[in-house]
């Protein structure tokens, strides 16, 4: 009979190691998902044990057990054993940082308030030891009553005891009886709050659930916190008279529950780290401090990031350009191979076009979602990311966003997929939503070829500050501030609207500087790699296939595989005859795109779109680059009958641009056109691996959705008013 698996949950305070402890104790081996209906995710992994298989789940880091939102409310609720279709733990493993005990202890004391067996790793004592500190951990394990290991994850000391103490606690399987660090008085008023809520229960139809002890000490302790909301939508609006009259009574006797339960629970601290610390008498030096002096200074620590981000975001556009170029090499032999075995036809168009062509706009963000991630690792390894955060947060609170929002957003202007999936970094779920809603607007390395093909084939090639500043320059420089323009404003009001709430401060712990553990990095980018290849990937390849049959269907593609057959099979000799079967093929595939579901397609909006200035062709082109915003220019190439295999550099695409007519003779394109369609791919929701991302990351339809449903409004608005005015002028 197959054993369940015994659950272990990894919690602790940020910057504590819990991630390193993580990759230490289950290895490689794990799976993430999000849990039921939150954006917050969660890793599980297994510890290797010969007599029970063991679970381990690590929680996001937190420094409380005060919820204040639902993605930290579900924290509670697993810890508690109330998370939907997640079981109950039967051990929790604390990690604190061993130089910030008295800090982390008060994390410890929620957690023993809730019986559920707890081991505490004591984290950093390397550190600890540097610093010239003693910790008596036998003392401390007898003051608090549960099991403490001194351990270092990022230098492997002490695991091998962790784990024992782990196997241990699960074998005895018990629960332990919980503290006490509150008044009396607090727990009192508590049990007189669930009796009166298990009334109002009662008198319900439906049986409701009534809420957990630990629940109802979070509503009387927290002001409008999730604990509070949570009963309401469990019991109603009845609870809500209850729960503030207990709150008054309690706040009567023993004063304001804030102050009380900060000074109860530091009082506690004190008293459990009674004996418990010493000190060498020998402590050295801290380089952390004199780094913090330069790394956070007020100038030279901004001058400092921007060097830093200006190199991270160098070497990713460097570093990431060898593999995507061989990633499109490869993808060049398979079709080549395909298409040296297959004739021309549906098949082998589905197959190139549709299947090798969806898996390639899969595979060739993944060298850029690598070396993100791989510098987030770092930085967040070695304790520079907390720093950065802190320097960068006062500029981005007055757009209603984190410190940490900013590495989110500059890594967009590479691309807008690693830049959603940067935000996990944010823990404030209203800021990190915020901050996915906006990162789109950054103009990312596909916008570039479009806005490329259309200054160079309309802005007059003119010069001004005694030929220093060139008008093309400053046109592409306003295409990449439109949307740093718009998303300030959009943030702004965002958080005042959707997203609005109890504004988060920054809560950051600024760990010890330390070498990155390889080993966690690795973790950290395959992760996130592979996360992004199997959940976004799938939904990018579907979407790719559909583009595909909506620009191949319907239509007799007989005489388009008649002519490709003829080209790939002429030799040397018939070079003349192949001139005019390629012309010929050009115009019969501009044909067909035309006639087929996505040609159609664009007809019908052109009514929509010719207040921008835009004809059928342009239409064709917004939508076909649904899958990525460069298609347009491969779309456009095929609508004017010169291929698919264009750049934003042809000079015959620019050509037929200037030379496109209406059917009354005019020109299509002009300064004004060219403005206009450049502002809506600024500012559109023009990429479905960025709203697909955006699904996987917040666990929903309705923020993608949402979003591309705002943006692309935006996006006509500003190209609408760009024109209209442009013409005018």
Known sequence: MVQAPRRVVLVGNPNTGKSTLFGVLSGMTVRTGNYAGVT?????GQIAHEEFPIELVDLPGTYSLSPRSPDELVTVKVITGDAVGEAAPDLIVCVVNATLLRRNLFL???????GCPVVLALNMIDSARSRGMLIDCDKLAQNLGIPVVAISASRREGIDLLRSEIVKALSHGRTIEPTHPLPEAFYDMRDSLAAKLSVIASSKSGNPTLPNRYLVERALLDVGGEAERSIVRMLGDAANPEITATREELARLVGAPNDIECESRYAWSRKMLAGVLGDTGNSPHYVTEWLDSVLTHRVFGLVIFAAFMMLIFQCIYAWSGIPMDGIETIQGWISGAVESVLEPGVLRSLIVDGMIAGVGGVLIFVPQIALLFLFLALLEDCGYMARAAFLVDRVMSFFGLSGKSFLPLMSSFACAVPGVMAARVIENPRDRLATIFVAPFMSCSARLPVYLLLIT???????????????????LLAMYMVGVLVAIPTAWMLKRTLLRGEAAPLVLELPEYKWPDPRVVAVRVYDASKAFVIRAGTLIFSASILIWAAGYLPGDHTRQHQLQALIETSDESAAPQVAIWTKELKNESGKLLENSLL???????EPVVKPLGWDWRIGVGAIASFPAREVIIATLGTVYSLGGDVDEEDEGLIDALRASTWPDGSLVYNVPVALSIMVFFALCAQCVSTLLVMKRETNSWRWPIFSFVYMTTLAYIGALLTYQIGIRL
Do not use: D, M, N
Request: aromatic fraction near 6%; hydrophobic fraction near 55%; proline fraction near 3%.
């Open 108 to 114: 410890v004391s929620q957690l023993l308030e809730l």
């Open 40 to 44: 917050i995710e969660k890793k599980i």
């Open 599 to 605: 040609g159609r397609l664009g007809h019908a909006i």
């Open 457 to 475: 084939a309309f802005v007059p090639a003119t010069r001004i500050l005694g030929g220093w500043v060139s008008l093309s320059g400053l046109v």
